[in-house]
């Protein structure tokens, strides 16, 4: 079956710009987790989507956004970007919790200059 | 805080040996723990987990170890082989609300020697 898709791969934006990043999950999969990678900071939470619900959020500013789909298709926003926005995105479906298991697509690479 | 520790950023092992991989957390709500493996240019896949009422689970060559009074865990990978070169990543989720969400480590970088 096919796996976690993530478009773009690579993304190159200027500060201030917003950008929108999507994902669509693994058939039949309805909980979609957003996660951002720096080098710094490691793998860390953004927001998880379930049947079009944010069901928990990570301690990101408001600038973070995303939101889900009826097809559970969801896409993520930032606003107003930041140098510091600069990371890997990586985007995780699951059947639900996170003890069903996660499985991540393979990122898009977002440069902010 | 950081809730879940990988305190060692990288580890080289020879071929045919075993690599152990530790991880460290704080958080007593933790209850269940996964390892992922990530290639570069890649998501993170999943390799193994534990449950809190398990002290260890083995699949193939990885084994994951579980102490819950030390709040510590390590995979161990044995024998080591050069496709294992890769960042491991520990993770670590709770009951309830906080099994929505992973708290990730910051990696160990395993290098396996041929």
């Known amino acids: 079956k096919a796996g976690v898709t993530q478009t773009p791969r690579y993304l190159i934006k200027t500060r201030g710009q917003q950008v929108t990043l999507s994902c669509s999950p693994i058939?039949?999969?309805?909980?979609v987790s957003w996660y951002q990678q720096t080098p710094g900071q490691g793998l860390q939470f953004l927001f998880e989507y379930f049947s079009e619900t944010q069901r928990n959020k990570g301690n990101f500013p408001g600038r973070f956004s995303g939101r889900q789909f009826s097809n559970s298709r969801s896409e993520m926003n930032v606003s107003t970007l930041e140098l510091g926005d600069s990371a890997l995105y990586l985007c995780?479906?699951?059947?639900?919790?996170?003890?069903?298991?996660?499985?991540f697509g393979s990122g898009t690479r977002l440069t902010v200059v | 805080d950081q809730q879940v520790k990988q305190n060692s950023p990288s580890l080289s092992v020879q071929e045919g040996r075993i690599s152990i991989l530790n991880c460290d957390y704080t958080n007593s709500m933790f209850d269940y723990f996964l390892w992922y493996k990530k290639y570069p240019a890649e998501g993170p896949t999943f390799l193994i987990s534990?449950?809190?009422?398990?002290d260890k689970n083995e699949d193939g060559r990885f084994t994951v170890f579980l102490n819950k009074s030390a709040k510590h865990l390590s995979l161990h990978i044995v024998p080591s082989q050069p496709g294992d070169s890769a960042v491991y990543f520990c993770a670590a989720t709770g009951s309830g609300a906080g099994s929505y969400q992973l708290t990730f480590g910051k990696g160990t970088k395993l290098s396996v020697i041929p």
């Open positions: 534990i449950s809190s009422i398990k």
């Open positions: 058939s039949g999969h309805r909980s």
């Open positions: 995780a479906s699951s059947l639900d919790t996170v003890v069903y298991g996660y499985t």
